[in-house]
């Protein structure tokens, strides 16, 4: 249940500002918190959401790069569906030139988590990469993200609309994921697959591994198809095979003080240019998050849900 409440505005701490928020992006890991299947770090709050757009409203005593007034986006460990917001100075970014507040209130989680994890690839080329859910919000910005780095994208989708759509933004092969999607990509691949963002877990972790090319990383982000699994190591030692397992969210401020500048140097004049495009926005006012969140889980969106905070 989602409902809303009155209560106290957060305070900013002396590296922190507040921020009067405009909208927040909803992403799956909201729905798995409103579950109670993910606690927010120590000392987060323990509101949901992890990602606002909005204005600069009070700056800590420590912070000397933001004004009260500044348009902004944050990064947050939680405490997004309200109507003001604290974040540290360093995980809050100008929007991408070009994006208007309210569509900008659902990039910085996305970025964040597909540019940190495409870092440990170092993707080239000619290289293949693969990810689940490409109309979805980490599906959708992976695909334009890996092919502005040259790679050959293969992506997964469960519907037709959503397949066409895949392709629309770049993806070279569209699969559907309710079929035999493994002998699909391992068809595509050729030589197998260099990265593969994995929101699925534990499900797919036999076939990405299978999938692997010679020196290739399954990058684990996501547990939608179950936490625990079987590793065959004799399989991954024959490939010299890399996982990795990361959760953006529990990294330290530093970390993503590093990926928030990283973004806004490499990401934000890629989607300035229209290298990477804003996908389709479905909005809800804040009041409506159950209902944004019933339309997640529905599987039938396409794009991002985004919550207006209207006042
Ligand atoms: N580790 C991190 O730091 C981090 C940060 C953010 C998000 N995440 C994770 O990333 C994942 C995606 O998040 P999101 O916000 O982008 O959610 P989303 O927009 O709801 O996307 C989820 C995607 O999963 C796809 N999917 C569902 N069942 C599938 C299956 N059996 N095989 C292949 N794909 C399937 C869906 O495809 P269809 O729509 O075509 O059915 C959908 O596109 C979630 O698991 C989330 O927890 C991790």
Redesign the pocket.
């Known amino acids: 249940m989602l409902e809303l409440r009155e209560v106290e505005a957060p305070q900013p701490r002396p590296d922190e500002v507040l921020i009067k928020v405009a909208a927040a992006g909803?992403?799956?890991?909201?729905?798995?918190q409103r579950q109670g299947h993910?606690q927010p770090p120590p000392g987060a709050s323990s509101l949901i959401g992890?990602e606002v757009s909005g204005t600069i409203a009070e700056v800590g005593t420590e912070v000397s790069n933001w004004e009260v007034e500044d348009p902004c986006i944050a990064l947050l460990a939680g405490g997004g569906y309200a109507e003001y917001a604290v974040a540290p100075a360093s995980q809050v970014v100008p929007p991408p030139l070009g994006v208007e507040l309210v569509a900008a209130a659902g990039v910085i989680?996305?970025a964040?988590?597909v540019y940190?994890?495409l870092e440990l690839a170092d993707l080239a080329d000619g290289d293949v990469f693969l990810v689940?859910?490409?109309?979805?919000?980490?599906?959708?910005?992976a695909i334009q993200y890996a092919k502005s780095l040259g790679a050959t994208v293969i992506t997964?989708?469960?519907?037709e609309e959503?397949?066409r759509y895949c392709l629309s933004i770049g993806a070279d092969r569209a699969i559907s994921?309710?079929g035999d999607?493994a002998a699909e990509v391992r068809e595509a691949a050729g030589n197998g697959v260099n990265m593969i963002l994995d929101?699925?877990?534990a499900?797919?972790l036999g076939d990405h591994v299978q999938l692997l090319a010679a020196d290739g990383l399954l990058a684990?982000?996501?547990?939608?198809?179950g936490r625990s699994g079987t590793l065959d190591l004799w399989s991954l030692m024959q490939r010299r095979g890399i996982v990795t397992?990361?959760?953006?969210?529990?990294?330290p401020v530093a970390e993503k003080a590093a990926i928030c500048r990283g973004l806004v140097e490499r990401i934000w004049p890629l989607i300035a240019d229209d290298t990477i495009k804003m996908p389709p926005l479905t909005v809800f006012p804040l009041a409506e998050a159950a209902a944004a969140h019933a339309r997640?889980e529905s599987?039938?969106?396409?794009?991002?849900?985004i919550l207006s905070v209207a006042r």
């Open positions: 909803v992403n799956r890991p909201d729905l798995a993910y992890l989680e996305v964040a988590t940190s994890n689940h859910g490409g109309a979805g919000g980490i599906g959708s910005f997964t989708a469960g519907s959503k397949l994921y309710r999607w929101n699925m877990g499900k797919y684990i982000i996501g547990v939608q198809g397992a990361s959760l953006l969210r529990f990294r997640l599987g039938d969106n396409i794009g991002k849900i």
